[in-house]
């Protein structure tokens, strides 16, 4: 009695090693590589990103430490030694005796962490408001683009000074300093959600009358099942750019207001912060507690707008 082999079964899932060979052969990647400006600027993010997440163990003095501060290294210049510690301060020191390099990492870190978080809070909420807008149409369309239309009427930064002054008054002064930095997400992030909203719906427009959407209806998708699963994966695309170039929108955003005195409190330094900081001094000749906070502030927005315009590029397909 003879027995037919079984069939082999077909794999479901790839291997991390066939993953990482399509993705080599991608035109993403293939673009990525023949772009000195995205090599760059990815090398650039990526050398701050992890400065900023190991500040604890880089940075030569914990810079927010009043124990490991000595005043007598106060304004210390460049590459000078401090007369209390005998510290080298390679970019010297503030009226506190500072280091510099080393609030540069706790800066940073903090900056990043409030851009990212509102970009996502920015995105999750402009998503799901341009897949209603786009999918449903109708009154809920008119209603959703309108308020974004009102919002893109004003300066971002206007709409989250209101939104930063309407938070702050309603929050107990004793719980500010805690909350600081959520009712900055929080600003930010609403000053900016309108873009992914009309970005989302005019793409959700063109697909919703696709076939693989109508074939979905037929087989009985709910419509956020249809939204979720169909429809967001093929409207990430201008998405990612968004994001990408919004997350520099959204550091200086946060730098300006930290500036301006709204924004973080001192005891939780960002970059506009210390620029706020060392302002106070730059007519005084300590020059250097105001450049090296506002130069880094201007790498990391060039570095991350430089990736942002070569994916704008790279996922163009009228430019391949």
């Known amino acids: ?7 082999p079964q077909p794999r479901l899932k790839l291997t991390w090693k066939e993953r990482v060979a399509i993705w080599r052969d991608s035109d993403l990647w293939l673009s990525f590589k023949a772009s000195p400006v995205a090599i760059m600027s ?10 900023a997440i190991f500040a604890d163990v880089l940075a030569p003095q ?35 005796g500072r280091d510099i390099f080393s609030a540069l990492f706790y800066g940073t870190r903090l900056s990043l962490l409030v851009g990212v978080a509102s970009v996502i809070f920015s995105m999750v909420l402009g998503i799901g408001l341009g897949l209603l807008a786009g999918y449903l ?18 300066p971002a930064i206007l709409i989250a000074l209101l939104i930063f002054g309407v938070a702050r008054g309603l929050i107990p002064p004793q719980q500010y300093e805690t909350t600081a930095v959520f009712v900055i997400i929080i600003a930010i992030g ?10 989302v719906r005019a793409s959700t427009l063109v697909e919703r009358n696709k076939e693989y959407v109508q074939a979905a209806r ?15 994966p093929n409207v990430m695309g201008p998405v990612l750019v968004i994001a990408t170039i919004n997350l520099a929108l959204a550091i200086i955003e946060e730098a300006t207001l930290s500036f301006l005195g709204v924004g973080l409190p001192i ?31 201007v790498i990391l927005a060039l570095a991350i707008n ?4 070569w994916l704008r590029d790279a996922l163009n397909p009228k430019l391949r």
């Open 1 to 7: 009695m003879s027995h037919r082999a079984a069939a």
């Open 42 to 51: 990815t090398a650039v993010t990526l050398l701050i990103v992890i400065a």
């Open 62 to 96: 914990d810079a927010f430490d009043p124990v490991a501060l000595n005043l007598l290294d106060g304004f210390a210049h460049p590459m000078e030694r401090g007369a209390g510690s005998n510290m080298l301060f390679v970019m010297g020191s503030d009226e506190q």
């Open 267 to 297: 005891t939780q330094p960002s970059l506009g912060t210390l620029i706020r900081s060392g302002q106070k001094f730059l007519l005084s000749g300590e020059w250097w507690i105001l450049f090296f906070p506002a130069m880094m502030l």
């Open 306 to 309: 430089l990736l942002g315009d």
């Open 218 to 232: 037929l087989m009985g998708i709910s419509g956020f099942g249809i939204m979720a699963r169909h429809v967001l």
């Open 190 to 199: 609403l000053s900016n959600w309108a873009q992914y909203a009309r970005t």
């Open 137 to 154: 149409g109708g009154k809920i369309e008119m209603l959703i683009m309108r308020v974004a239309d009102i919002q893109l009427s004003f």
